[in-house]
């Protein structure tokens, strides 16, 4: 006799969505500056490509003042609320406050990124002046054009790619033969988002601006390059409950801005994904 009253079964922990949810921008940029009110001013220091001179003829030396320019980032307000009714967080499974909580924050994540992006797409230096795939020469001038800038020696140099950019680096005998490198990029699991390589930290993200097309926005550049500024005394992540419509609530709120600090210590790589997307 077959059996037909069967009993359902859940599971009580939830599964992520596919999804980004945390940020993988933000640690490559300055994050110190002076917050006045909405504003937060990054401070940026040269000689102005200054030389050295002589004693003048009267016997003094000539002074010079140094270039300081003032880089000044509009701070603005970003939220995220995600809501449900309790009858809601009773009836489905896993637990609704904490899968409200984790997504908020993840909006917001993929909020400073964005906004990061945008920076850096301020920008004007271009390793070609049209989209093209990775090659080993293409990301040669790259790195060159910050060498060329003095980008190179004073902080750590990274560059942002979609991971079609990496499958056609991944093609490079100089990034994947044991003739060139040690590590062995077709190896390991957690290793892929992010590694080092020809004096670059590089840090594939699938949310880059044209990810997947035929004009996806990568870039490397120095961390001198762009700053980013964040209000964390007010960062708020919040959990409430409504009691008169009988709703719960989490919030995620952040006041930040980022402003590109020096042009020449950014190369845009417009990459042409549609070859492996």
Not at 68 to 81: F, G, M, R
């Amino acid at each position: 006799m077959a059996d037909t009253a069967y009993q359902t079964q859940y599971r009580d922990e939830f599964i992520a969505g596919f999804e980004k949810r945390s940020s993988l921008a933000r640690r490559t940029c300055i994050t110190e500056a002076d917050i006045n009110g909405n504003e937060a001013i990054f401070l940026v220091a040269d000689s102005g490509g200054a030389t050295a001179v002589t004693r003048g003829v009267n016997g003094d030396i000539p002074t010079r003042p140094d270039n300081l320019t003032q880089n000044t980032a509009t701070l603005a307000e970003w939220h995220d609320i995600p809501e449900r009714t309790n009858f809601n967080l009773f009836a489905s499974q896993g637990d609704g406050k904490r899968i409200m909580q984790e997504t908020s924050m993840s909006v917001i994540n993929r909020k400073i990124d964005k906004d990061i992006h945008a920076a850096l797409d301020a920008a004007t230096v271009a390793w070609d002046g049209s989209a093209q795939v990775a090659t080993l020469s293409l990301i040669t001038i790259a790195y060159t054009k910050l060498g060329n800038a003095f980008a190179l020696g004073d902080a750590p140099v990274y560059a942002l790619i979609t991971p079609a950019f990496r499958g056609h680096m991944i093609q490079l005998d100089a990034f994947s033969s044991a003739d060139y490198i040690d590590s062995k990029p077709f190896e390991g699991v957690n290793k892929n988002l992010a590694f080092a390589w020809y004096g670059v930290n590089w840090i594939i993200d699938g949310a880059l601006d044209g990810v997947g097309t035929s004009s996806a926005k990568c870039f490397m550049y120095s961390q001198n390059a762009i700053g980013h500024a964040m209000d964390s005394e007010r960062l708020q992540t919040e959990v409430g409950y409504d009691a008169k419509n009988d709703k719960s609530w989490a919030r995620c709120s952040t006041y930040m801005g980022s402003k590109l600090l020096q042009n020449a210590g950014v190369v845009e790589m417009t990459h042409d994904d549609s070859q492996l997307s």
